[in-house]
């Protein structure tokens, strides 16, 4: 029952967090990520864990451009992780505005997360897919990136 219950508050945030920022899901139904298993995308820990990410990103920088202006906003999000969010949810975000609102990035980089295996794999693999995307996330510098992380994580 409280999976259940856990799907329906994480379907009502999202829906609600999107109507909010003019960005729709088409797919009102569908589970977000692993939210069958109760994880809520809300959470303190999640919270924290999206500011390790981005302290090691971009120093919590908004504006941020990185990896040859490949990489955009606090994140650092790539357009292919992005365009995987907009296939996956049916979502509108745009790169590199979208990426560049530190709200909406936050939003974007949660639903990426899910998509790289949170609450769902171990929280070092999806980490490292966050960093390294497809099969680079088995790389060194994937595992260097986990480590900047773990350290971050570790230190709040």
């Not at 409280?2 to 920022?21: C, E, P």
């Not at 109760?38 to 090691?56: E, H, K, P, Q």
Request: aromatic share 8%.
């Amino acid at each position: 029952m409280k999976h259940v219950i856990a799907l329906a508050l994480v379907i009502l945030s999202v829906n609600a967090t999107f109507a909010n920022s003019g960005h729709t899901l088409k797919k009102q139904n569908e589970k977000i990520g692993s939210c069958e298993t109760g994880y809520d995308t809300d959470s303190a820990n999640f919270v924290t864990l999206l500011n390790a990410i981005a302290t090691v990103e971009s120093q919590n920088n908004p504006n941020a451009m990185g990896d040859q202006n490949q990489a955009a906003g606090i994140f650092q999000l790539h357009r292919c992780a992005l365009l995987d969010v907009n296939r996956k949810y049916r979502t509108t975000f745009s790169w590199p505005s979208d990426c560049l609102n530190p709200v909406t990035a936050q939003q974007i980089a949660k639903l990426y997360l899910v998509i790289c295996g949170y609450g769902k794999k171990p929280l070092e693999e999806t980490i490292r897919r966050y960093n390294g995307g497809g099969k680079h996330w088995q790389s060194n510098a994937a595992g260097r990136y986990w480590e900047k992380v773990k350290a971050i994580l570790s230190s709040l």
